[in-house]
């Protein structure tokens, strides 16, 4: 049952008059829409995309990091990115359950930019690597 109906209910029930029933209704209608105002107005300021690669065994050590100003430029990209990455690579990745085709880069690109990002963490992943024999690991975020 609702807070609205007990309210509703009590109102019936001679519990409490209209007037304590509406103030009720009131007070329960500001708390119900202040939390969805304040997740709409909180933003974050990131500066900058990163982009981590290491393995266990140190034969991997990517870092790269970007402006978040600089996005806007790769923002302008972003629909393309699925693209560049080569036929063989994007087959691999697939063979392994990754598919980059279905990844709204365009997407992810803006909500860091109005600072809207849910999750600064955007991809994390952990993968046996046979050649190397080590624990690979890719880290895409925003801080």
Same mark, same amino acid.
């Given at each position: 049952?609702?807070?609205?109906?007990?309210?509703?209910?009590?109102?019936?029930?001679?519990?409490?008059?209209? &007037?304590?029933?509406?103030?009720?209704?009131?007070?329960?209608? %500001?708390?119900? $829409?202040?939390?969805?105002?304040? @997740? /709409?107005?909180?933003?974050?300021?990131?500066?900058?995309?990163?982009?981590?690669?290491?393995?266990?065994?140190?034969?991997?050590?990517?870092?790269?990091?970007?402006?978040?100003?600089?996005?806007?430029?790769?923002?302008?990209?972003?629909?393309?990115?699925?693209?560049?990455?080569?036929?063989? &690579?994007?087959?691999?990745?697939?063979?392994?359950?990754?598919? %980059?085709?279905? $990844?709204?880069?365009?997407?992810? @690109? /803006?909500?860091?930019?109005?600072?809207?990002?849910?999750?600064?963490?955007?991809?994390?992943?952990?993968?046996?690597?046979?050649?190397?024999?080590?624990?690979?690991?890719?880290?895409?975020?925003?801080?």
């Amino acid at each position: 049952m609702s807070e609205q109906q007990k309210i509703l209910e009590m109102i019936e029930k001679g519990q409490i008059t209209a &007037a304590e029933g509406m103030e009720l209704l009131e007070a329960l209608n %500001i708390t119900e $829409v202040t939390p969805l105002q304040a @997740v /709409e107005t909180t933003k974050q300021s990131y500066k900058f995309f990163r982009v981590r690669v290491t393995s266990d065994n140190n034969s991997v050590n990517v870092n790269v990091n970007i402006p978040i100003r600089l996005l806007t430029t790769i923002g302008e990209i972003a629909d393309r990115m699925t693209t560049m990455v080569p036929p063989d &690579a994007r087959k691999e990745m697939e063979s392994k359950g990754i598919d %980059i085709s279905s $990844v709204d880069f365009a997407k992810i @690109v /803006e909500e860091v930019i109005n600072g809207t990002l849910e999750e600064p963490n955007i991809v994390d992943v952990d993968a046996w690597d046979e050649s190397s024999q080590s624990m690979i690991k890719v880290r895409v975020y925003v801080d």
